[in-house]
């Protein structure tokens, strides 16, 4: 049975709301956009922001099939997906669920941008739970392809094979993560380098600015186009990753030792003494980062590695 | 006084050797190269292997610039810059540096592209070990930016100037790494997010190749254009990194508990139980990888980033 077109109800329409606006009316040139939000100013407010989330001259052919909610019955009773990004506290997400799925359509799919909140929490109240399920962005949204689709126990087979079609068929990546665990997958392995990256600061091995010049000159290009076990594998030779750990493997763990005893001694915890500096010194490097330049150099770099 | 023409003396030619050699003879044109090895084929040898490290078109105009040499002493004797890549272990490198410091002119500089053994180790024995620094690759150098400048306490700042400015006038990244850690700092950045993705794969939170994907398709291009630190500030907004970390501070420490936990329970060890299910799944992701296709990319994403 062909799918009827897209029409995307958009729940809270902060700053991923607008960027993945922009991504269905630019990616999917058929579907419509439905926002909701509280703010009394909703249309003034998105009109004014939106062109920002946009290729110059997309706006025209975007704003056509845009369309603003007063309320979220409104908002979701002709959906075919209710994307929310409301505030993210677990009694929020709980209570809104029963109400979309009381007002969407049956077979509409429901999408959480939540960054940590997982489905099997948010769906407690809802009559059918198999319908939800996190698809968590890497931001900005309208221009990172990755996309972490963390199902519950409870989400159906159904709902995450049309989840993926519909995220592919926009030209995205969405991955799957098998268990609902704390931070989910992206965040957790940023954060484990970032930790590290805060250790050797505070004890003065490297600067910030430093720091980030070793990452943007070697893992950043290099993990672009091959991620670290496939980087590692290539690194071993014919033996792949099982020779590499044979001939590095110890280093490797002396790292990990060293690092451990680094961030014991550093006491590198969020709100230790070691924070005031590192985030001085990135104050003193970056100033305000524009953002727009960012972005523009991303999108070539996803051009080069063969992403959209 | 300006400088002579740069003869730059490789001593070790295996793929780390041939790399540079390559750098240097297509981005230096001036420059003369004089590789010294022990292997009774060496001219044989890098005559057949070197053209893999260039560009279509570049042997002709490199290969008039290369020598070979059959003994320490001829190799050094007229090199401006003297760089070692012999085995990696700290009994050879002492014991070479006194002799290349014998034959070399006065005014050489030493490099050496270790990826662990301190410059303060390796000149124990040498009469001036201000001339000599660590100048730690990514690899493949030819390739990748990124170069990590790590000097002793006794290295001199004219070394260290002469170093800079030589990486920096062939298009690379060369970065100053203030105390000699165990590892330097890019590969204890790389080794901790690996760890962390040993452990989600140990887990069975994700599979190795959705989360290679996962990092291909979000820190690998965002790290490209802004490393962690950058990146997080911007993050931030207009209260950079220190309103990042009051926002978000308290999510990452989470993480940081969790992973740790997970690491713990996992005994993400190297040569652990977890690692033969980390390595199958490998292999059977990758096979054999195809590295020229993996170069020709990361060149792609240097470009778009603005590297050469």
Same mark, same amino acid.
């Given at each position: 049975?062909?799918?009827?077109?897209?029409?995307?109800?958009? #729940?809270?329409?902060?700053?991923?709301? /607008? !960027?993945?606006?922009? /991504?269905?009316?630019?990616?999917?040139?058929?579907?419509? %956009?439905?926002?909701?939000?509280?703010?009394?100013?909703?249309?003034?407010?998105?009109?004014?922001?939106? =062109?920002?989330?946009?290729?110059?001259?997309?706006?025209?052919?975007?704003? %056509?099939?845009?369309?603003?909610?007063?309320?979220? *019955?409104? $908002? #979701?009773?002709? $959906?075919?997906?209710? *994307?929310?990004?409301?505030?993210?506290?677990?009694?929020?997400? &709980?209570?809104?669920? =029963?109400?979309?799925?009381?007002?969407?359509?049956?077979?509409?799919?429901?999408? !959480?941008?939540?960054?940590?909140? =997982?489905?099997?929490?948010?769906?407690?109240?809802?009559?059918? =739970?198999?319908?939800?399920? &996190?698809?968590?962005?890497?931001?900005?949204?309208?221009?990172?392809?990755?996309?972490?689709?963390?199902?519950?126990?409870?989400? !159906?087979?159904?709902?995450?094979?049309?989840?993926? !079609?519909?995220?592919? $068929?926009?030209?995205?990546?969405?991955?799957?993560?098998?268990? @609902?665990?704390?931070?989910?997958?992206?965040?957790?392995?940023?954060?484990?380098?970032?930790?590290?990256?805060?250790?050797?600061?505070?004890?003065?091995?490297?600067?910030?600015?430093?720091?980030?010049?070793?990452?943007?000159?070697?893992?950043?290009?290099?993990?672009?186009? $091959?991620?670290?076990?496939?980087?590692?594998?290539?690194?071993?030779?014919?033996?792949?990753?099982?020779?590499?750990?044979?001939?590095?493997?110890?280093? &490797?763990?002396?790292?990990? @030792?060293?690092? @451990?005893?680094?961030?014991?001694?550093?006491?590198?915890?969020?709100?230790?003494?070691?924070?005031?500096?590192?985030?001085?010194?990135?104050?003193?490097?970056?100033?305000?980062?524009?953002?727009?330049?960012?972005?523009?150099?991303?999108?070539? &770099?996803?051009?080069?590695?063969?992403?959209?």
């Amino acid at each position: 049975m062909a799918e009827r077109e897209h029409n995307i109800a958009i #729940v809270g329409a902060g700053t991923i709301g /607008l !960027s993945f606006s922009a /991504l269905h009316l630019t990616k999917n040139a058929t579907c419509t %956009v439905t926002i909701y939000d509280t703010r009394p100013d909703l249309q003034a407010y998105v009109k004014q922001h939106l =062109p920002g989330y946009l290729m110059e001259g997309d706006y025209d052919t975007c704003v %056509v099939r845009l369309a603003f909610a007063n309320d979220l *019955q409104s $908002a #979701v009773k002709n $959906a075919t997906a209710v *994307q929310e990004q409301g505030p993210e506290n677990a009694e929020f997400k &709980v209570s809104i669920w =029963p109400q979309i799925e009381q007002y969407a359509p049956a077979d509409a799919v429901f999408w !959480s941008s939540t960054s940590g909140i =997982p489905a099997s929490v948010q769906s407690a109240k809802m009559k059918d =739970p198999s319908r939800l399920v &996190v698809v968590h962005p890497f931001n900005p949204p309208h221009i990172m392809p990755l996309l972490e689709v963390v199902p519950s126990p409870q989400t !159906s087979q159904r709902v995450l094979d049309r989840t993926l !079609s519909y995220w592919r $068929a926009v030209g995205r990546t969405p991955v799957i993560v098998k268990k @609902e665990c704390k931070g989910f997958v992206a965040n957790r392995l940023a954060f484990a380098l970032f930790r590290e990256a805060c250790s050797l600061v505070a004890q003065g091995v490297v600067d910030v600015k430093d720091l980030d010049e070793i990452v943007q000159a070697s893992m950043g290009p290099r993990w672009s186009v $091959a991620g670290p076990f496939k980087s590692y594998h290539a690194g071993g030779g014919e033996g792949g990753l099982t020779s590499f750990m044979e001939k590095i493997g110890g280093t &490797v763990q002396e790292c990990w @030792e060293a690092s @451990e005893e680094d961030v014991r001694k550093g006491a590198i915890k969020v709100g230790g003494d070691w924070q005031a500096e590192v985030c001085r010194q990135t104050d003193e490097a970056y100033g305000v980062v524009e953002t727009a330049e960012r972005d523009e150099k991303t999108r070539k &770099v996803l051009a080069a590695v063969g992403g959209t």
